[in-house]
């Protein structure tokens, strides 16, 4: 299983910026797919998640700006962030869980994308 993330980069504040990640899980059924991310310094946090039904969460700090989706054709997972804030840099990484033949489920992340946002 390996995931791909893309469409980080530096934005000025209120800006937009969409990330994308493709989950090549083979046979598996990918279950939850979410975003995190990492400031320096800090441990990382979740950013966003879904089920596969299409049930979202999100973390306080961007409810109303960010909008996570997928594509469950295609086993994507995607982040719209939008009103983009300096605190918002960070590297995102992309998290799913697969679910094996065994129906045991993983958890796998993404290489992570950096987001930059200047004042």
């Known amino acids: 299983v390996q995931l791909q993330a893309s469409g980080g980069g530096l934005v000025q504040a209120g800006g937009s910026l969409r990330l994308s990640c493709v989950v090549f899980a083979g046979p598996f059924r990918v279950n939850v797919m979410g975003w995190y991310r990492q400031a320096p310094g800090k441990q990382r946090e979740l950013v966003a998640v879904?089920?596969?039904?299409?049930?979202?969460n999100y973390a306080d700090s961007v409810k109303g700006r960010f909008t996570i989706s997928r594509d469950n054709a295609k086993n994507a997972v995607y982040l719209e962030m939008s009103s983009l804030k300096p605190e918002d840099t960070a590297v995102y990484y992309c998290?799913?869980?697969?679910?094996?033949?065994?129906?045991?489920?993983?958890?796998?992340w993404g290489q992570g994308t950096q987001v930059t946002v200047s004042s």
């Open positions: 998290k799913s869980s697969v679910v094996a033949l065994s129906l045991r489920e993983y958890e796998y």
């Open positions: 879904t089920g596969d039904g299409g049930n979202t």
